[in-house]
């Protein structure tokens, strides 16, 4: 590609500040002043995804162009890109939204303009509240920070490397969170909510080790010890037959515990249990 002069508009009158917000924890969507903003075509969509993807970061143009076409983008690449750049800062309703120096385009978003910024940096301080053991703001927080989800991050944009790579990453983000959140209720002794949250997270999930040892404690402090053991045998079986790997010894450690009825299970704040998340790669290789 040969280098041209961007063409945006920089005069372009928008005399009020407008408040923006780009979502992507779910199909993507642009609010203007608190209302949704029709984006355009699929095209247009996936350069406002890969910039996002990449908010606060410079993206050449070669770069952008293979985010969008693949290793193969069309000759003419660079003014489709300009074309769909252009019409997108009308989008955003400011010009400056996306810059342009240097061969490279730039989408800036503060951190409270993009719904995966928010959560990232969210989930920092949910940490931080846990490890304060200050299981109410963890509570709280982690569910205002899961109720952002609206479906899977960058919906429909699985063609596009950046997007795709952050929305692995988001999914991760997600599942800590609701860990958390299920962490908070135990602390606090309201085992019919965490109970309800990882029913779901446990389908979704089901060769995670922390879900099912969250869940199997949560059945032991309700009194359902049966239940307790019976999730930990079907977490076992399900995760051998699927990738034939053994757990660790955290759900053996669990098992003891709950037939000797150890009291530490019995303590009102979280138990710190060793077993560490189901690595991504064998859980997607189970669901294979």
């Known amino acids: 590609?040969?280098?041209?002069?961007?063409?945006?508009?920089v005069g372009a009158p928008y005399a009020d500040a407008v408040s923006?917000?780009?979502e992507v924890l779910g199909p993507l969507q642009v609010q203007v002043d608190g209302t949704n903003t029709p984006i355009g075509g699929p095209k247009a969509r996936a350069v406002l995804a890969a910039l996002a993807a990449r908010a606060?970061?410079?993206?050449?143009v070669d770069e952008l162009a293979e985010e969008v076409w693949g290793e193969t983008p069309p000759s003419n690449a660079r003014n489709?890109?300009?074309s769909h750049v252009s019409r997108l800062r009308n989008v955003l309703a400011d010009p400056e939204r996306i810059r342009f120096a240097e061969d490279r385009y730039t989408l800036e978003l503060k951190v409270n303009e993009l719904d995966a910024h928010a959560v990232e940096i969210g989930l920092e301080g949910v940490r931080g509240a846990a490890a304060r053991s200050d299981w109410a703001e963890v509570t709280t927080n982690a569910r205002s920070l899961l109720e952002l989800w609206r479906g899977r991050p960058f919906d429909g944009f699985e063609d596009v490397p950046t997007a795709r790579n952050w929305a692995a990453r988001l999914e991760e983000t997600r599942v800590v969170l609701a860990e958390l959140l299920v962490e908070g209720l135990l602390a606090q002794d309201r085992l019919e909510e965490a109970l309800i949250e990882l029913s779901s997270l446990t389908d979704e999930h089901p060769w995670r080790e922390g879900l099912?040892?969250?869940?199997?404690?949560?059945?032991?402090?309700?009194?359902?010890?049966?239940e307790?053991?019976?999730a930990l045998q079907d977490f076992r079986t399900n995760l051998i037959e699927a990738t034939g790997l053994d757990p660790t010894a955290t759900i053996t450690d669990l098992e003891t515990a709950i037939l000797t009825h150890d009291p530490e299970l019995d303590a009102k704040v979280a138990i710190e249990l060793p077993g560490a998340p189901f690595p991504a790669d064998l859980e997607r290789l189970a669901a294979m």
Do not use: E
């Open 212 to 226: 099912a040892t969250r869940q199997a404690l949560c059945l032991y402090r309700s009194g359902r010890q049966t």
């Open 20 to 22: 923006v917000r780009v």
């Open 1 to 9: 590609m040969t280098a041209l002069q961007d063409d945006r508009d």
């Open 80 to 82: 489709s890109l300009q």
């Open 56 to 60: 606060g970061q410079a993206c050449s």
């Open 228 to 230: 307790a053991l019976q």
